[in-house]
């Protein structure tokens, strides 16, 4: 089955950059999402179309693609930020990434 | 305030059904695709299965297909999840989403409905 896979973990000092791979065979063939869960809360989508930024999200979230990598960079990292991070493929059928936990240290 | 609200989530038997539903709200819920996502406790994110506008069109994950069936009441602002034949792997949280206005990615997101398979 197809699968997307992420770092398990990323740890980042405050005011850092941290970054978040997503890698998996035909990922090119389609756009990448990435969203952001925090305990207990239902996911948001933090950027979408590979590198767009939805309406309200913070200017430290931006995405880009290479080939069949996708990363999710997230520069001068708050606390706000400490989260678990999905990527998704969208194109049938839908299948997100393992998932990061990003830890503000 | 867009919105979406799930209920129907409960403890079931295995080889029990379950109906799921999604109440929408803030949008005009006949123009957007609707998805939904399912989380086991402590563990990652799985597409389910999505819905187009009309509701004439429907696509499931391997996991699920064949036993669930998801619908739409545009008349109501309403999502459908029936889920038949429900395995003890069925257990998570199930969530509703809507393809955000771009055309790309899911936003926004309900609060979840917790479904748990056991005997």
């Known amino acids: 089955s197809y699968e997307l896979t992420q770092p398990p973990s990323v740890s980042v000092s405050p005011g850092q950059t941290a970054t978040i791979t997503c890698s998996g065979d035909n990922l090119g063939d389609s756009y990448t999402c990435w969203y952001q869960q925090k305990p207990g809360r239902s996911p948001v989508l933090v950027i979408y179309?590979?590198?767009k930024r939805p309406s309200g999200i913070s200017e430290r979230f931006s995405g880009s693609t290479s080939g069949n990598t996708a990363t999710l960079t997230i520069s001068g990292t708050q606390a706000v930020d400490e989260a678990d991070y999905y990527c998704?493929?969208?194109?049938?059928?839908?299948?997100f990434g393992s998932g990061t936990k990003v830890t503000v240290l | 305030e867009e919105q979406l609200m799930e209920s129907g989530g409960g403890l079931v038997q295995p080889g029990g059904s379950l109906r799921l539903s999604c109440a929408a709200s803030g949008f005009t819920f006949v123009n957007f695709w609707m998805h939904w996502v399912r989380q086991v406790p402590g563990k990652g994110l799985a597409w389910v299965a999505h819905?187009?506008?009309?509701?004439?069109?429907?696509f499931y994950a391997d996991a699920v297909k064949g036993r669930f069936t998801l619908s739409r009441d545009n008349s109501k602002n309403m999502v459908y999840l029936q889920m038949n034949s429900l395995r003890v792997d069925d257990t998570a949280v199930y969530f509703c989403?809507?393809?955000?206005?771009?055309?790309?990615?899911?936003?926004?997101w309900g609060q979840g409905t917790l479904v748990t398979v056991s005997s």
């Open positions: 179309k590979d590198d």
């Open positions: 989403s809507r393809v955000h206005s771009s055309g790309w990615g899911l936003d926004p």
């Open positions: 819905v187009n506008s009309d509701g004439s069109s429907t």
């Open positions: 998704q493929g969208w194109n049938r059928p839908y299948v």
